[in-house]
């Protein structure tokens, strides 16, 4: 059983800076390929960020150049680094993990899922 926790979310204002984190439970973290994805009122869960048990990163164009994915497999924690936030990025952000050799960019390829934390971006 893999448990996921997200924290770093909050109220920032457009141009401003967050930092999400997810971290893990369990000693195969190396292992898992994490996502964060994000969920708007009314609108479906969508892909933000990616990044493969090999280190390899993937990127929403909304978000390219704009934010960045690490993980810290020594802290069983993966970031999400912010910038340049803008209001459309209002949303409930969660992390999600699979052992999965790629990096699927769809959220019903992943197992296990966070509760997630909730970004405000105002304008």
């Known amino acids: 059983q893999v448990q996921l926790v997200e924290s770093g979310g909050g109220l920032v204002q457009a141009g401003g800076s967050l930092r999400l984190s997810c971290a893990a439970s369990?000693?195969?973290?190396?292992?898992?390929?994490i996502g964060w994805f994000r969920q708007a009122p009314g609108k479906e869960r969508e892909f933000v960020a990616g990044?493969?048990?090999?280190?390899?990163?993937d990127y929403a164009d909304s978000v390219k150049g704009r934010f960045t994915i690490s993980r810290d497999n020594a802290k069983n924690t993966v970031y999400l680094q912010m910038n340049s936030l803008k209001p459309e990025d209002t949303a409930l952000y969660y992390c999600?993990?699979?052992?999965?050799?790629?990096?699927?960019?769809?959220?019903?390829?992943?197992?296990?899922w966070g509760q997630g934390t909730q970004v405000t971006v105002s304008s």
């Open positions: 369990g000693r195969t973290f190396s292992s898992f390929v």
């Open positions: 990044i493969s048990r090999f280190g390899g990163k």
């Open positions: 999600a993990a699979d052992f999965n050799m790629g990096l699927p960019l769809e959220a019903g390829k992943y197992d296990y």
